[in-house]
């Protein structure tokens, strides 16, 4: 059974940085899925912010191109993805999730809250 714990959300001034990691187990298939960010603001629906392929290959949501940077370890039957955010703005506060794609199914971390304010 594939599990995801996420770490690193908080309590940020706008302007400033943080990184969410999510460690990513329970398959020897993990380092080809892809992971991905996703994040919910209160009454809003769920968005996708960047995702990551197995092999590397990024992408971004276009609001926040440039300013968060998504990247990944791997090993045998384990990976780590993180998600470095800078430049925050207050329109980046939402609970944060992380996201697995293996063979058809979703996988879902616990979420983990990011709330920028001065």
């Known amino acids: 059974q594939v599990q995801l714990v996420e770490s690193g959300g908080g309590l940020v001034q706008p302007g400033g940085s943080l990184r969410l990691s999510c460690a990513a187990s329970?398959?020897?298939?993990?380092?080809?899925?892809?992971m991905a960010w996703y994040r919910q603001a209160p009454g809003k629906r769920r968005e996708l912010v960047a995702s990551?392929?197995?092999?590397?290959?990024?992408?971004?949501d276009d609001s926040v191109k440039g300013r968060f940077t998504v990247s990944r370890d791997n090993a045998r039957a384990t990976a780590t993805a993180y998600l470095q955010m800078g430049s925050l703005q207050v329109e980046d506060t939402a609970v944060y999730y992380c996201?697995?794609?293996?063979?058809?199914?979703?996988?879902w971390g616990q979420g983990t809250q990011v709330t920028v304010s001065s």
């Open positions: 996201n697995l794609h293996d063979r058809g199914s979703d996988y």
């Open positions: 329970g398959s020897t298939l993990i380092r080809f899925n892809s």
């Open positions: 990551i392929s197995g092999s590397g290959i990024t992408s971004y």
